[in-house]
């Protein structure tokens, strides 16, 4: 496979659940991240991983929590979530996480409905 | 703060030409990127611009004036493949990237 794949594409979850996002990146990037899509809104940015190192944590709830084991993969560990956290959830990967020039490539994202 | 202003929605005609308009006010400037987007999909790199002037590729264009904090990105000769959402983003002094809402565009034959 090639570029920024995340499993699952849909996921329906009730305010109890505990679930992951999981996403792999084959392109040999150093940095990843984790943004939320809600429609007709900018992209939020949440988590960004450098070298397998948190340096961004926009002030995302608790109930959110990332794990990024190597530097090709990247989780968002989901629990007791709230319906407005119903969003695409996108996963992307760059070369480097400071440089202005910086490409992100994205992933398809994950469909999340919280009911 | 710092924010991206572009267009909602535009609709355009098969073959016409369609120009979409980005501002922004950001903290420093450290290049603007273009990003398409089509439902259900990723979004993906269309284009980068750090100095003044018209980047071309192919059919499509992206125009940068840092004085007025203004990009537009300019499709020729669509085609009904390019209706998507196109977003623009903006790299501040901190090298963080500011997002727009992005402009739906809908193409009609």
């Known amino acids: 496979e090639t570029g920024v794949t995340q499993t699952p594409r849909h996921l329906v979850m009730g305010m109890t659940n505990k679930k992951s996002l999981k996403c792999e990146q084959h392109?040999?990037?150093?940095?990843m991240y984790w943004y939320k899509q809600s429609a007709k809104k900018p992209l939020e940015l949440m988590f960004v991983?450098?070298?397998?190192?948190?340096?961004e944590n926009n002030s995302v709830p608790s109930r959110f929590s990332p794990e990024c084991p190597n530097s090709s993969h990247l989780f968002l560990h989901l629990h007791t979530l709230q319906p407005e956290d119903s969003a695409l959830y996108l996963c992307?990967?760059?070369?480097?996480?400071?440089?202005?020039?910086?490409?992100?490539?994205f992933g398809a994202g994950s469909r999340l409905t919280v009911l | 703060g710092q924010n991206i202003d572009q267009p909602t929605e535009m609709t355009a005609t098969e073959g016409a030409i369609v120009q979409i308009n980005c501002t922004y006010q950001t903290s420093g400037f450290n290049g603007l990127f273009w990003y398409q987007q089509h439902a259900g999909e990723a979004p993906t790199f269309l284009s980068y611009n750090v100095l003044d002037g018209l980047e071309e590729k192919g059919r499509f264009s992206s125009f940068l004036s840092r004085s007025k904090g203004y990009s537009y990105l300019l499709l020729k000769e669509l085609q009904m493949k390019d209706s998507a959402s196109y977003l623009c983003?903006?790299?501040?002094?901190?090298?963080?990237?500011?997002w727009g809402a992005g402009t739906k565009l809908i193409i009609k034959p």
């Open positions: 392109l040999g990037h150093n940095a």
């Open positions: 992307a990967s760059s070369q480097d996480a400071s440089s202005g020039a910086n490409v992100l490539t």
């Open positions: 991983y450098s070298l397998e190192e948190r340096v």
């Open positions: 983003a903006v790299r501040d002094s901190n090298y963080q990237l500011i």
